[in-house]
């Protein structure tokens, strides 16, 4: 058995733990540059916010309703995430870390009842970290995914719900579209279409090699799931990413071509540290830059480029995206997002070099293993490339943003007795 245990509109929650004065009152999060609304409290949802609504189109609506408005904050989020999974560790020894906000845990051997082990998961989240969860058990992911999403919509299962026998789950399955389905995106709902197949139960139900004609074998496999046949193992090391993408819009469009190179070299800078975070070396790089695409004389430009050796650098990454920075701008526009992404990603360990090429130094090795120790240990940003400049007007809006109440010493909660 797998359990999936989900996070309730993550991002608003964390901004409502040490806001306990704002639980049961509507909250939105806004994306990077205060852009668009991309996390909603149950009772914004309510009032009928929807998901990546431009802000600026329902400022007056939030603003009429008294709904807490919060920019993303991404330091918060990602230590309360670290507090959940540590919580949930506890429960299995077996698990895989799918999102910020969703762990998936086997269950095989455990001999308690199974609701009760997820009422259990709910009151010692809730008491370790003041997060709402949903809790989804089935004897396959695809499943458990589904039983989560009726633990969330279903009030009388009380954030719970256990699909442990066929009858259960084909209640469940008669009642969701195919769409509903973990891995059926629109564009595979529509070749289904053609199958007559509209819900979750059709594809259950189906002739496997009727299906398989019209699609692949994803959805075969995705097939035995829905009818409680395990074919998707918990991974417990994610896979190394074969790309890395590093892109922002600005807070401020940039008119001139310094601010650009400021924040490519950022952008670099930020894909370097993934890059060494998963051991891994990139053997070329992508720039790109845009103007605003609703504003007239729109102007895109990118290039790819090898860099001179395999490479996880920053300095190396960052003086290439530099020089390809300079040769793609063009003056007499304002510049509204930019990004960085590293490409063709090698495994660093089992990389053979070119016989005529040493390849990265050691000492180059050394210092990057030094800065990011010292990020890490003193916070992000605490080392970094002169070239990332120093005054950042371009960087994202962030005109609602929340203290980072576990990860900074001036924010760290203070109470007064």
């Known amino acids: 058995m797998f359990a999936l245990v989900d996070c309730n509109s993550f991002y608003a929650s964390c901004e409502q733990v040490f806001r306990p004065d704002l639980r049961g009152k509507p909250v939105v999060v806004l994306s990077n540059n205060d852009g668009f609304v991309v996390a909603r409290s149950k009772e914004a949802k309510l009032l009928g ?14 603003r009429r309703h008294n709904v807490a408005i919060f920019s993303s904050n991404y330091p918060l989020y990602g230590d309360i995430s670290r507090r959940v999974m540590n919580t949930l560790k506890t429960f299995s020894p077996h698990i895989e870390v799918y999102s910020i906000d969703e762990m998936f845990l086997s269950l095989n051997g455990i001999p308690f009842d199974y609701n009760s082990y997820g009422q259990e998961m709910r009151s010692r989240l809730w008491k370790h970290t003041r997060i709402p969860v949903g809790v989804g058990i089935a004897p396959s992911k695809t499943l458990a995914k589904l039983a989560n999403r009726v633990a969330k919509k279903v009030p009388k299962c009380n954030g719970v719900c256990v699909l442990d026998a066929p009858h259960k789950w084909e209640w469940v399955l008669r009642r969701v579209p195919v769409t509903a389905v973990w891995g059926i995106a629109q564009r595979t709902a529509k070749r289904l279409e053609d199958l007559k197949i509209r819900s979750a139960w059709d594809l259950a139900s189906a002739n496997p090699r009727m299906v398989r004609k019209q699609s692949n074998i994803c959805i075969e496999r995705t097939m ?31 008119t001139s071509l310094p601010p650009v190179l400021d924040a490519l070299s950022l952008y670099a800078a930020r894909a370097s540290e993934k890059l060494r975070a998963q051991n891994s070396l990139a053997l070329s790089i992508h720039v790109f830059m845009h103007t605003s695409p609703f504003e007239p004389n729109f102007h895109s430009a990118s290039e790819t480029a090898k860099l001179p050796y395999p490479t996880d650098d920053s300095r190396v990454i960052t003086a290439k995206t530099r020089e390809i920075g300079r040769k793609i701008y063009r003056e007499g526009h304002a510049f509204l997002k930019a990004g960085v992404g590293l490409i063709q990603v090698v ?10 090429h040493p390849g990265q130094s050691a000492k180059a090795d050394k210092l990057m293993h030094v800065i990011d120790g010292i990020n890490q240990r003193e916070g992000k940003g605490t080392v970094f490339l002169a070239a990332q400049g120093i005054h950042q007007p371009w960087y994202m809006r962030q005109q609602f943003t929340s203290p980072q109440y576990t990860t900074k010493w001036a924010d760290i909660p203070v109470v007064k007795t």
């Open 49 to 62: 916010i929807g998901d990546l609504q431009p802000f600026f189109k329902i400022e007056h609506i939030l």
């Open 224 to 254: 035995a799931e829905l009818n409680g046949i395990p074919c998707l193992s918990l991974e417990d090391v994610p896979p190394a990413k074969k790309q890395i993408y590093c892109t922002r819009s600005f807070g401020k469009k940039a």
């Open 347 to 356: 495994d660093k360990k089992h990389h053979q070099f070119d016989l005529l």
